[in-house]
């Protein structure tokens, strides 16, 4: 059977498409910086129909991804190993980040060119492309919203964007381009290389850990999430498509969150007694870092619509799935 390569597949993300395509019954190829998927991912995993193959290499070093191409047959890539720095990073790894979020995916590209068995590419960009604009514009479209990314992430995705679209058109590779929206859900760890947690992972460990979650006080910014296995499914769209409608497409919920976070905590609170949640007093520093402080526009989802997905988790349901997976 041919397979599914995932790279960076045992983090957040990776987890999860590689989750829901063992589900499906693929053989997915895991290929990353990890020697084995985290607990409990092997033995929920190995329930599943599909087969898993993980390799640890690093997607700077083309020789290993060349002998990952040669050793399995493989007929889609989601290329998704990245560092997802913050500040502090930047200033220090500036190269290293360019490194693994612009030439690592190159690289996975050249050896997926030189494979000749691979049929479909999706692009890892993120929401991040649209930087500065973000706040300007309160729908981000795909064709018409100007990127302007700020942190060197943002500048690394939309580099990913366009030149992995510009080489997969000139190496005769068939590539899509998902602009991932934030998310959270089950399987989100620290990796060590991603600066901005979401904020539902803390409140997943406050709940976990019978605290009260002091959030930030009201009115919290607009903010877009979409559900990690909303995005999961919404990624093997992409990956499926025979003859995809668009080539740059937003993966996202496409409405704000801010007004819903209170029953978002309200269903972790049902699930988990010990917990409950407050709004931080004058003064008071909040228990849970938010990921933003500015409202944000929305992500226009009619293209990813063209593609046959929608989210089927809206915020309080996507809060109670979470919650029963942390539970479980
Ligand atoms: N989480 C989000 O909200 C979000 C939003 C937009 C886009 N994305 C994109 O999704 C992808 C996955 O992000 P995530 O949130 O799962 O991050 P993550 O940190 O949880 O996972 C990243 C994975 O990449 C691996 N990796 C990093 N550098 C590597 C290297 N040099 N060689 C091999 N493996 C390496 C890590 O070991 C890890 O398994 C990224 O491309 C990211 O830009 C994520």
């Known amino acids: 059977m041919d397979a599914i390569l995932v790279t960076g597949g045992a983090g957040f993300v990776g987890l999860n498409v590689t989750e829901a395509l063992l589900a499906r019954g693929e053989h997915v190829v895991v290929f990353g910086q990890e020697a084995a998927l985290p607990d409990p991912a092997p033995a929920l995993f190995a329930r599943l129909p599909g087969r898993l193959t993980v390799i640890q290499g690093d997607v700077t070093d083309a020789a290993t991804l060349r002998e990952v191409f040669r050793a399995q047959r493989i007929r889609g890539v989601l290329p998704f190993a990245a560092i997802t720095a913050g500040p502090e990073r930047e200033a220090r790894d500036a190269q290293r980040i360019l490194d693994v979020n612009l030439k690592g995916v190159l690289a996975t590209l050249e050896a997926a060119r030189d494979a000749g068995t691979v049929r479909r590419v999706v692009l890892p960009s993120s929401a991040a492309v649209y930087g500065e604009s973000a706040y300007a514009h309160p729908v981000l479209d795909e064709a018409t919203t100007p990127p302007v990314p700020m942190s060197l992430y943002g500048v690394t995705k939309y580099a990913v964007e366009r030149a992995g679209l510009r080489l997969a058109g000139l190496w005769g590779l068939d590539a899509v381009a998902a602009r991932i929206g934030a998310t959270f859900g089950p399987w989100e760890r620290d990796t060590g290389l991603r600066d901005t947690l979401s904020l539902f992972l803390g409140i997943a460990?406050?709940?976990?850990?019978?605290?009260?979650?002091?959030?930030?006080?009201?009115?919290?910014?607009?903010?877009?999430?979409?559900?990690?296995?909303?995005?999961?499914?919404?990624?093997?769209?992409?990956?499926?498509?025979?003859?995809?409608?668009?080539?740059?497409?937003?993966?996202?919920?496409g409405m704000d969150w801010a007004p819903h976070y209170g029953a978002c905590l309200d269903a972790f609170a049902a699930a988990f007694p010990g917990f409950a949640w407050r709004h931080a007093g004058a003064g008071e520093t909040p228990t849970i870092r938010w990921n933003e402080s500015r409202s944000r526009g929305v992500m226009a989802v009619a293209r990813a619509a063209d593609f046959g997905w929608r989210p089927r988790f809206g915020p309080v349901e996507a809060a109670a799935d979470h919650a029963a997976w942390l539970k479980a």
Request: proline content about 12%; charged content about 20%.
């Open 205 to 253: 460990e406050a709940a976990r850990r019978g605290e009260t979650a002091v959030i930030p006080p009201a009115p919290l910014p607009s903010y877009d999430w979409v559900y990690v296995r909303d995005l999961a499914a919404g990624l093997l769209a992409l990956l499926d498509a025979e003859a995809p409608p668009h080539r740059v497409v937003n993966l996202a919920s």
